[in-house]
């Protein structure tokens, strides 16, 4: 394996991180006196500076506009770019729309990718994804009750979602139904775009949760798909794919999110050790100078490093061998990266001490919005189950 970065990528990585530096990281402290709209002008025109600097959607193939960052480049990127909770916004690779950016270009038809891609990658709108349902558990995906049914040349779909990401003000919803119930469980399921604006299509409520209930981009809501007629021609890929589709977006996207939990443990440690060297305890005595403030100082350094390693090994074995045979490092980085990254938040709170609570730093917006990384893309648990089952056949135990 070879762990050498081009000299290129880390020109583009230095430059990348000056820019968080300068032009986003100053925009949290105004974050705190207005909500997510009132601060998208000044995203907008941070929107315009990363187009001049030709890193627009960056994970995106030149050939639909985008960067052409390859898989590893842009997981790495993505670690720069989540030293700010803006970052991957301002260079419009934030999730969910980067994940229905690439099923769109992967499984898209040419009318689809007129309509919903082409405005997606300019962004000019915004999208969510729909699968999680109130009512069953989403660790368990292919218990649904969300139907699609095939009337003529529409799908009406009717349902109870939840947990949708920045369905508020997005243009469309890439929805999970079930379309072939009698099919075998993951032939069940299908993805089908349906318009917010189509009638039937209900946003009940963006979900307070941890205390703020978020709008626009910054949200999760609560949805209510009540005879929704959409035409058959939303139908993304074939009718039952659902979870294959799922799965090609899943998998690699992993290593995305990792690499983003490695850019806020980062951070995070950042202010630790600039709080360590500045705060005093008494005159002259900097925190530092304390051997647990230097143990967290240094394991997370150690834990920092190994989880980087490990998410840039499961992305290369994604690369040479496919996500299906990656898929024990995959389900090992979901949860080891998630934890190390509360680990390390936990830790820089607690060195502020009541700033840290406060919403004074960032740390308080980590720890609230963050958490979620151990519930999302798959519980921490069901993850280690499949290890877990992979381990034991090794051993000739068959665990289901
Ligand atoms: C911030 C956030 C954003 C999200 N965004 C989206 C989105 O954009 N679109 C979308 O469709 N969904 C989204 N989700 C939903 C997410 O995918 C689900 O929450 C997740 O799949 C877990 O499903 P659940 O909440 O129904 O928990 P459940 O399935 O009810 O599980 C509850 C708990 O049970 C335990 N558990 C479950 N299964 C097992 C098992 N096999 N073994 C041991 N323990 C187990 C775990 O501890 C788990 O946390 C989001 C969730 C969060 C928190």
């Not at 949290?28 to 627009?56: C, D, H, K």
């Not at 060195?351 to 004074?360: E, F, N, P, V």
Request: net charge negative; hydrophobic share 40%.
């Amino acid at each position: 394996m070879d762990f050498s970065i081009p000299d290129n990528t880390l020109d583009m990585l230095a430059s990348v991180r000056g820019f968080v530096d300068a032009e986003l990281i100053p925009l949290e402290t105004i974050a705190r006196e207005r909500s997510f709209r009132e601060l998208l002008p000044l995203l907008e025109e941070r929107r315009l500076q990363v187009r001049e600097m030709g890193l627009w959607t960056p994970q995106i193939p030149t050939k639909f506009g985008g960067g052409g960052l390859g898989f590893l480049e842009h997981a790495m990127l993505s670690e720069e770019l989540a030293r700010c909770p803006y970052g991957h916004f301002a260079f419009n690779c934030q999730a969910p729309d980067a994940g229905n950016m690439e099923i769109l270009i992967e499984f898209g038809t040419d009318e689809q990718q007129e309509r919903w891609l082409k405005p997606l990658l300019a962004g000019e709108i915004r999208s969510c994804f729909s699968m999680t349902e109130v009512d069953r558990p989403g660790s368990n995906p292919v218990w649904m009750d969300t139907t699609a049914v095939r009337e003529g040349d529409e799908y009406v779909i009717n349902g109870h979602k939840w947990f949708t990401s920045s369905a508020d003000g997005a243009a469309f919803a890439v929805v999970m139904a079930v379309t072939n119930p009698d099919a075998p469980p993951h032939g069940r399921a299908s993805q089908i775009i349906v318009p917010t604006d189509t009638p039937g299509f209900e946003l009940v409520r963006n979900i307070p949760c941890m205390g703020h209930a978020g709008e626009d981009w910054e949200s999760h809501a609560e949805i209510r798909y009540e005879n929704c007629r959409v035409p058959a021609e939303n139908l993304l890929g074939e009718e039952g794919a659902g979870f294959a589709i799922a799965q090609s977006r899943l998998g690699p996207g992993r290593i995305h999110h990792c690499m983003r939990w490695i850019g806020i443990a980062e951070r995070s440690f950042e202010l630790m050790c600039q709080r360590a060297a500045t705060r005093e305890i008494a005159p002259g005595v900097p925190l530092a100078s304390k051997q647990t403030i230097q143990n967290w100082i240094a394991e997370s350094r150690a834990a920092i490093n190994a989880a980087r390693l490990m998410v840039l090994q499961a992305g290369w074995k994604i690369d040479k061998a496919g996500a299906r045979e990656a898929r024990v490092e995959i389900s090992a980085i979901k949860f080891y990266v998630a934890d190390v990254m509360m680990q390390v938040i936990d830790r820089a709170i607690q060195t502020h001490g009541a700033l840290g609570i406060s919403d004074d730093t960032i740390l308080s917006t980590f720890y609230r919005n963050e958490r979620a990384a151990r519930i999302y893309d798959g519980p921490d648990e069901v993850h280690r189950t499949v290890i877990a089952r992979q381990e034991m056949k090794k051993y000739g135990v068959k665990l289901n």
